[in-house]
């Protein structure tokens, strides 16, 4: 298996561009995460699916964050308008099981976005 | 008070040295316990996971102290290629897995 696969590896856009990550997640998969990271908050979770199915979008920061997963092999995030306070590196992980005992998520090797 | 607590460091250590990372975690719920590990500018990858019992995997000893609600991760023997910085994550009901901020190893020869 190719493993989680995301792109673009890297994005650099004007403030107010709309930006679109995307990501393909292991086969098989049941579970699919959405994560950022910075410096300053570390990790931190935005949005995850189960089949598909939106679960938990508690950590998305604001109405500009939206995440889609139209199938079992594909997931969108995006930001409309993005602001410079949304450069980060953005991680996308897959699992069998949200539990994830014993194996823990795959991560995908991430966007780094930078906002000018 | 945040979820998963970790020291920052770093720890710089010189190859052959023995070194312990510590993490607290805020909720008794918690259900499901790791080790990931991320080098620089890469993504994070499972290290191990943590069990009640303890658990050994080669040079890396995982503990978990449910009553006091910490996690522990003994690095024996520390190579140079154990630099990278070490994630303590917790999984509770109801939720995704929770990240520390991470520890920061530096190993030197």
Redesign the interface.
């Known amino acids: 298996d190719a493993g989680v696969i995301q792109s673009p590896r890297h994005e650099v856009t004007e403030m107010g561009q709309e930006v679109t990550l995307r990501c393909k997640p292991i086969s098989g998969h049941d579970y699919l995460f959405w994560y950022r990271q910075t410096m300053m908050r570390g990790l931190e979770l935005l949005i995850y699916f189960n089949n598909n199915v939106p679960i938990d979008d508690s950590g998305m920061p604001e109405d500009r964050f939206s995440a889609k997963m139209p199938n079992a092999s594909f997931s969108t995030l995006k930001i409309q308008p993005s602001e410079p306070r949304d450069s980060a590196v953005y991680f996308c992980a897959s699992s069998f099981t949200r539990l994830a005992t014993n194996y823990g998520y795959t991560f995908g090797s991430g966007t780094r976005l930078t906002v000018v | 008070r945040k979820e998963v607590e970790q020291d920052p460091g770093p720890f710089n250590v010189p190859e052959g040295a023995t070194v312990a990372f510590n993490c607290t975690y805020s909720n008794s719920a918690s259900?499901?316990f790791?080790w990931?590990r991320q080098d620089c500018r890469?993504?994070?990858?499972?290290l191990m996971?943590v069990y009640s019992s303890g658990n050994e995997d080669g040079r890396f000893t995982a503990q978990l102290n449910r009553a006091s609600q910490y996690i522990s991760l003994l690095i024996r023997d520390s190579k140079l290629s154990d630099s990278a910085t070490y994630?303590c994550?917790v999984?509770q009901a109801?939720?995704?897995?929770?990240?520390?901020?991470?520890t920061t190893l530096s190993v030197s020869s």
């Open positions: 259900q499901s790791f990931y890469k993504e994070p990858k499972l996971s994630l994550v999984n109801g939720t995704a897995l929770i990240f520390g901020k991470g």
